[in-house]
């Protein structure tokens, strides 16, 4: 469950209202949100692929600015050279079907996760709320991107 105070903090970092939010996934040492678990049907009936959504506006902005810097292109080529990348990356994507699939099967979605897995780099975003969700080894691009970024979750830089 997803407390009140919680879902205003993601609207106020969003600058919208929040929707679907499950539960909040990552939290910043200050207490805040970093991360949400979000339904995979959204309550208008929107399928919602984004199971674990960055929502802190330090953390989007710095990922938004690692996105520009080319590491996406940087990302793609290391996934088509390192098999145990590439094998690290499939299973993330396996996993979060999974998890996903443990809160609603929307079959719309089918086989697509998130960030462009299991075989792009599309969508740092995504692949760096999941590594923070789950923790490092779950995502090995999401932990590169977090070795990458000019941000951390161990220090408050919430605004
Ligand atoms: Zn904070």
């Given at each position: 469950m997803v407390s009140d105070a919680d879902v205003l903090e993601v609207t106020r970092q969003l600058g919208?209202?929040?929707?679907?939010?499950?539960?909040?996934?990552?939290?910043?040492?200050?207490?805040?949100?970093?991360?949400?678990?979000?339904?995979?049907?959204?309550?208008?009936?929107t399928p919602f692929p984004t199971l674990f959504y960055l929502t802190q506006t330090a953390a989007t902005a710095a990922v938004s600015t690692l996105e520009a810097s080319g590491f996406m292109v940087e990302m793609q080529q290391r996934l088509a050279e390192d098999d145990q990348i590439r094998a690290g990356y499939l299973l993330a994507h396996r996993s979060y079907l999974a998890e996903?699939?443990?809160i609603e099967v929307v079959p719309e979605l089918n086989d697509f996760s998130?960030?462009?897995m299991p075989i792009r780099v599309k969508c740092l975003h995504a692949l760096v709320a999941h590594s923070l969700a789950k923790g490092e080894g779950s995502n090995p691009i999401g932990d590169?991107?977090?070795?990458?970024?000019?941000?951390?979750?161990?220090?408050?830089?919430?605004?």
């Open positions: 919208r209202p929040a929707r679907g939010i499950l539960e909040v996934a990552a939290r910043c040492v200050c207490g805040r949100p970093v991360v949400v678990k979000t339904t995979p049907r959204l309550e208008d009936g996903r699939d443990q998130a960030g462009g590169l991107a977090l070795e990458a970024l000019d941000w951390s979750i161990k220090v408050c830089s919430c605004n």
